[in-house]
């Protein structure tokens, strides 16, 4: 199984220029790294830009509507994202669940038109702060993955990358502890094999995502044992994330 680093461009960078900047020099300084897959989520306007300056880098949007085509304005279909070069997308990020009013119901309507277009969905979950310090997490968590998978299949499911970010950890350098991000992952894996089987729970993709640097990101793989992260904020600055990706160069055999 391959590791997995996401990079979460959200809203940024501002112009084009900017953004071919950045990707070329991610590009160059990541050139003929095969074990890692890298994904790289810009803006939406972004998205051709970037297939055409074509690399083995993979390309993810950051959200997606759940009807193909129709009167909709402002949304972009999976179907369109497919047909542009996209592989993955980001669903149910904490951002969207909180500006944007994004609710479970919808993040699993999602979650089924990714998957039917053919795309990866990475499911993003994660408790704030005063869930936490209520002793919620583990209630929040199980909520959003048994209403975000409601109705997906077994085959499906195999397709579905999960993505732990703790709402407390993005963007503020309060990084969740890696035993934490343990305790969560098998979390994860039991309600999995609960909701369907041991193998299913085995087999399926958990990353982390919250205050990623090149500092700790090898400890969330080698501690915690994630199968890859998800980074916003440090996958702006392309030496911060070539460093990130290169600092997790051994890591291979700590996985399954
Ligand atoms: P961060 O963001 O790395 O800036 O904390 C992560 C995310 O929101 O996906």
Known sequence: MKLLVIANW???PLTEKEVKRL???IKKGLKGRKNIEI????PFPYLSIINNLLSSIKLGAQDCFWKDKGPYTGEVSPQM????????????????????KETDEMVNIKIKEILKAKLQPIFCIGETEEEKKAGKTFHVLEREIKKGLDKISKKEIEKVIIAYEPI????????????????????IKKLVSRLYNKKVASNIKII???????????????ESKMQGLLVGGASLNSKEFIKIIKSLNNIKTYLR
């Not at 990084?175 to 991000?181: K, S, T």
């Not at 700790?216 to 080698?222: T, V």
């Open 23 to 25: 990707f070329t020099s």
């Open 39 to 42: 994904v790289i989520c810009p």
């Open 208 to 222: 982390y995502g919250g205050s990623v640097d090149s500092k700790n990101a090898s400890d969330y793989l080698r």
């Open 10 to 12: 959200k809203m940024n």
């Open 81 to 100: 994202l497919e047909n542009i070069g996209c592989k993955y997308v980001i669903v149910g990020h904490s951002e969207r669940r909180e500006t944007f």
């Open 168 to 187: 407390w950890a993005i963007g503020t350098k309060k990084a969740c502890e890696e035993n934490e991000v343990m305790t969560v992952a098998l979390f």
